[in-house]
């Protein structure tokens, strides 16, 4: 990757390696802040400051702030961008090193709102729906295709684990495109503002958790063989096991994990946890 070119002191350049992309147009904050549904009592998880723009709003409509920000050269911009903005904690590092649980110990109950870097999508995506932490609603600005994924359903082509995470948990909706000529510098690719609020309780019951991402893995494994071709791989059992596994849950034995939904993976797993 070509380095950055040096400009002058106190100029900033963007950095293909942190894959910042930075929205300017106010209206268009306002527009999110709008989609994410946060207010008045609510407190926030920016991931991504950015210039600041995102913040400030945030920091209008919401209660408490905290934003994190991995590039040390936007800290003097956004002490000056956000230094009227007394209910926002700027925390420099990088998101998938911090202690989240430690950073966020003071917010109570909140919510997440992110401009993500497509490179870093489905790693924090990934922990946040694993995360034990009390995140009411995920609002996320992705990549169009990241967003696809985490809404399809079986049988569409982005169905995957994305989906699965996101939706065992979370009612995942693609609330606005947004096309790449919003961005500075822009992408190469359009992107579109996710929200998740938190489901109550998750989509399906299942037994065991674990167990049922391990199913959903082993579904999308190999996308073109059959479920119970990826239950021996995964399982390493013999095929009369799988097809037994498969028939006990009322599922075809022909059937490809993409085509299964997750009370599928879910009857299934546990299935599996009681016939082992």
């Known amino acids: 990757m070509k380095q950055q070119k040096k ?3 106190g100029e900033f350049h963007h950095k293909r390696s942190l894959g910042q992309n930075f929205l300017t147009d106010e209206a268009l904050f ?5 989609l994410s549904g946060v207010g008045p009592e609510d407190s926030v998880l920016e991931i991504g400051a950015g210039a600041g723009g ?3 709003v945030l920091s209008k409509r919401c209660r408490k702030v905290i934003s994190i920000e991995i590039d040390d050269a936007l800290l003097p911009i956004l002490g000056v961008v956000l230094q009227q903005c007394g209910n926002v904690r700027l925390v420099h590092g990088d998101v998938m090193r911090l202690n989240l649980p430690e950073v966020t110990k003071d917010l109570g109950p909140f919510h997440v709102v992110a401009n993500i870097p497509y490179y870093l999508t489905t790693d924090l995506m990934t922990l946040l729906f694993t995360s034990d932490m009390p995140i009411q609603s995920i609002s996320v600005m992705v990549q169009k295709e990241a967003a696809e994924k985490m809404v399809a359903r079986p049988g569409e082509e982005g169905y995957g684990m994305l989906s699965v995470r996101a939706q065992y948990t979370y009612a995942p909706e693609i609330a606005l495109d947004v096309p790449a000529c919003m961005f500075t510098p822009p992408p190469k690719v359009d992107s579109a503002f996710v929200v998740m609020p938190r489901r109550e309780k998750p989509c399906v019951d299942v037994q065991d958790e674990n167990l049922l991402f391990r199913v959903a893995g082993a579904a999308f494994a190999m996308r073109r063989k059959t479920m119970e071709n990826n239950l021996i791989a995964t399982f390493r059992v013999p095929r009369e096991k799988a097809g037994e596994w ?3 849950s009322g599922l ?3 059937a490809r994990g993409e085509t299964l939904s997750l009370k599928d993976f879910a009857a299934l797993a546990d ?6």
């Open 30 to 34: 306002e527009q999110l802040v709008d």
């Open 252 to 254: 075809d034995r022909g």
């Open 54 to 56: 995102m913040t400030k």
């Open 7 to 9: 400009g002058k002191k």
């Open 271 to 276: 299935t599996i946890g009681n016939n082992r």
């Open 246 to 248: 498969m028939e006990k």
